[in-house]
């Protein structure tokens, strides 16, 4: 995937409830009133569900996944809510689960294979976005922010609590989240996330027209021959 990120820079952990912007791009907060305030509207809060659904074999999920899983209930369309894709390298056993307990209300999402990284994308561009973690995955975590254009915003933060982060623009289209010294790869709750702006994925032809175009297009170079 061709993506590029703005402003690698170096984020400060800081008490406050936010930190201020850098390299002109990214804001941070540890706070989730504070954050909410900063990206205004009405953002979406992914909360996984209710209850433990797991393990999803495919190493990906979003508001399209329709998948009967081993424990809890199917993962039907709908469940997550649109606007982002969540996914990690396929692994082995309960490496991408939507779990229960571990000290979240409800379901939470996570990897249990140390050292996975969870990558979410959204279907359009976003100005913000954030989560709240505790220690399962360990005591810090790498975060990698990607956006429409330049240079990636990296940086290495400490769980637990709640994290997000706005650029200045609307321009962030990706993250990556992966802990560190823990037994779990990652563990999430309550994704939020701003307005989703136009995508820019080019969507393929469905096979049929995919079949008409090449056909049309085989005519014309057959009548451009014959009248050579």
């Not at 433990?52 to 997550?80: E, H, M, Q």
Request: aromatic share 12%; proline share 8%.
């Amino acid at each position: 995937m061709n993506v590029r990120v703005a402003a690698t820079a170096s984020l400060l952990l800081a008490a406050a409830s936010s930190s201020p912007a850098f390299a002109g791009s990214i804001t941070a907060y540890s706070d989730r009133p504070t954050f909410t305030a900063a990206v205004g509207g009405s953002p979406t809060v992914e909360t996984f569900g209710d209850v433990p659904r797991f393990p999803i074999p495919t190493g990906v999920l979003n508001s399209s996944t329709n998948l009967a899983v081993d424990f809890g209930p199917p993962i039907t369309p709908g469940l997550i809510q649109p606007g982002v894709t969540y996914s990690t390298p396929i692994g082995t056993g309960l490496f991408f689960n939507i779990d229960g307990g571990g000290g979240y209300t409800g379901g939470f999402l996570d990897s249990l294979s140390s050292g996975l990284p969870l990558t979410v994308i959204f279907d359009g561009p976003v100005s913000g976005f954030g989560f709240d973690t505790n220690g399962l995955m360990g005591s810090t975590f790498d975060l990698t922010i990607n956006f429409l254009s330049g240079s990636p915003y990296f940086d290495l933060w400490q769980t637990p609590g709640f994290f997000g982060f706005t650029s200045s623009s609307q321009d962030i289209v990706s993250a990556v989240i992966v802990g560190r010294g823990g037994n779990f790869g990652f563990d999430l709750d309550n994704f939020t996330y701003s307005d989703v702006g136009p995508g820019t994925t080019v969507v393929p032809l469905p096979a049929p027209l995919l079949l008409l175009a090449t056909g049309l297009f085989t005519l014309g170079m057959f009548g451009r021959r014959k009248a050579a």
